[in-house]
């Protein structure tokens, strides 16, 4: 698929680059760099590899940054993720049924899949809040870590923090942080958090609608798409022979009963009656009298 984002996991990429580049440092600035969310700092542990050895800086830079690195990661999806770990948990499942044919396998799947999603639906008619309940959880979290920072406010909306030996500008109009992780996750980072608690404003209000209780009820929902061409021929119905309106007075068509036209000084309106038997009662009842003469005897 061309718009697809691709992504590999970072699991697999350092289990085969610790086969020719083992060690401890290696390991420590390779999650690092794939941990990075700004460029600044995945350039920084690079270089710290290519001091190492500029053959594994080579087998790294070959990879695209934007299968493995956060810093290049698509805002779209609004995931983070550096692991498989989704699809770890799916092949688990199906370790039971992995043995059966093909056609009752996918039937399996199907089943359960239907299931999952119905019992995660149903679980949140329970849930009292807008939030999920684990990006709550993970924003709790979040709000113990952010008293270290110091915070200065540029105006209404935007601040300036800084976080340990960095500092980064946060818009909450426009719900974006230097450090990029609010734009990729769509989640509030720790600056943004910092900046939100300083304002004394709600958090929900700052968290991508992807993460809302409803958006998640309503996935997955029906596939929209354009049906192609006779598609629909067979369900179409015959459509019926137009009907002209008869009257019963006078039996022309166009009109009928109760719209008959009186006639009057303006216009006069000829009756063509349909029946024969009407138009020998009609031809009679215009027809001049007749005089009848008496013989004479």
């Not at 800086?57 to 940054?65: P, Q, S």
Request: aromatic share 10%; glycine share 4%.
């Amino acid at each position: 698929m061309p718009n697809a984002e691709t992504r590999y996991c970072c699991r697999y990429i350092w289990t085969n680059f610790k086969r020719k580049f083992p060690g401890v440092l290696y390991k420590e600035h390779f999650w690092k760099a794939a941990r990075s969310s700004t460029k600044h700092h995945f350039n920084t542990h690079m270089a710290a590899i290519k001091e190492l050895n500029v053959e594994a800086f080579k087998y790294l830079e070959a990879i695209n940054t934007s299968h493995w690195s956060r810093h290049g990661f698509s805002t779209a999806s609004k995931s983070g993720m550096l692991l498989n770990n989704c699809c770890e948990s799916f092949y688990n499942i199906l370790r039971e049924v992995r043995g059966k044919p093909i056609l009752q396998l996918m039937e399996w799947i199907r089943r359960y899949v239907m299931q999952r999603f119905n019992g995660k639906r149903e679980g949140l008619k329970s849930f009292q809040g807008v939030i999920m309940p684990s990006v709550v959880k993970m924003v709790q979290q979040g709000l113990k870590q952010v008293h270290s920072m110091r915070i200065r406010q540029a105006d209404l909306h935007e601040f300036e923090v800084d976080h340990e030996l960095d500092t980064f500008v946060v818009n909450l109009e426009t719900k974006v942080c230097g450090c990029y992780r609010w734009s990729l996750m769509g989640i509030p980072c720790l600056h943004a958090l910092e900046c939100i608690q300083t304002r004394r404003l709600n958090y929900e209000d700052f968290i991508h609608p992807t993460y809302h209780v409803q958006t998640y009820a309503k996935s997955p929902s029906t596939l929209k798409r354009k049906k192609a061409a006779g598609e629909d021929e067979e369900k179409q119905l015959v459509k019926r022979a137009k009907r002209h309106n008869k009257c019963r007075n006078c039996g022309a068509l166009g009109h009928y009963k109760p719209k008959f036209p009186k006639a009057g000084p303006a216009h006069t309106v000829a009756a063509q009656p349909s029946h024969p038997a009407a138009e020998e009662l009609l031809s009679s009842q215009n027809a001049p009298p007749l005089i009848q003469s008496q013989q004479l005897d």
